[in-house]
């Protein structure tokens, strides 16, 4: 079946400017993660999204970084007037939440370019 | 919260060597769980340990899960090419929140 999704793939934006990423996890996955890794760093957690829950929100670096998800279907990271040290790739995950622990499914990504 | 250390931060393999990496917590984890990322890509999940002195074998591959469920190892026998990347292990919380440890970064030189 189709795995996790995201868009765009790469993207190259001006140093103060907006950005929308979007990811469409798998379909039924409650749980959905937002990653950022910086060249050859490990994945830093940004936020957990779990159902109707309020998400986790305490690795958002900054004021600048928010995310919003539609129920169990699609999620979007903003990222408001960007910064060059913003840039890295952005990876999204979802996995199924219930009785026992669900393995993450990831995205291939979006690389992120703050010139 | 939890933390997972992993060691070593790189390790570099001659083709056919062993290596073992490991992931290290102070406290009792519930599970751990490995991922490997290929050099450009995104992680992809190997295996998930949950018992006490859980061994799993993939391949060349051995997963085991400590006595005291506070660290983790893998295991790769005789390495190949294919086995460069980047091995992740990671736990959950109570409320579903997965914590990576830092990763491996494997090189293996033929």
């Known amino acids: 079946g189709a795995g996790v999704s995201q868009s765009p793939s790469n993207k190259v934006t001006e140093k103060g400017k907006d950005v929308e990423l979007r990811c469409d996890p798998i379909?039924?996955?409650?749980?959905l993660y937002w990653y950022r890794q910086r060249l050859g760093q490990g994945l830093e957690f940004l936020i957990y999204f779990q159902g109707n829950s309020a998400p986790d929100k305490s690795g958002l670096p900054s004021d600048r970084f928010s995310a919003e998800r539609t129920g169990e279907s699609v999620s979007t990271l903003t990222i408001q007037r960007t910064q060059q040290e913003d840039s890295a790739v952005y990876l999204c995950?979802?996995?199924?939440?219930?009785?026992?622990?669900?393995?993450?499914?990831f995205g291939p990504g979006t690389r992120l370019t703050v010139t | 919260g939890q933390q997972v250390m992993q060691i070593p931060q790189y390790q570099h393999v001659q083709e056919g060597e062993d290596f073992t990496t490991y992931c290290n917590s102070s406290?009792?984890?519930?599970?751990i769980q490995w991922y490997k990322q290929r050099p450009g890509g995104h992680p992809v999940f190997l295996i998930q340990?949950?018992?006490?002195?859980e061994v799993k074998k993939q391949k060349r591959l051995t997963f085991q899960f400590g006595e005291a469920k506070k660290n983790s190892s893998l295991h790769i026998t005789a390495t190949q090419t294919t086995d460069v990347g980047t091995y992740f292990c990671a736990q959950t919380d109570s409320w579903g929140k997965f914590q990576f440890g830092a990763g491996t970064q494997v090189v293996v030189t033929p």
């Open positions: 406290t009792t984890l519930s599970n």
């Open positions: 379909s039924g996955h409650t749980a």
């Open positions: 340990l949950v018992k006490s002195g």
């Open positions: 995950a979802s996995s199924l939440r219930g009785s026992g622990t669900r393995e993450q499914y």
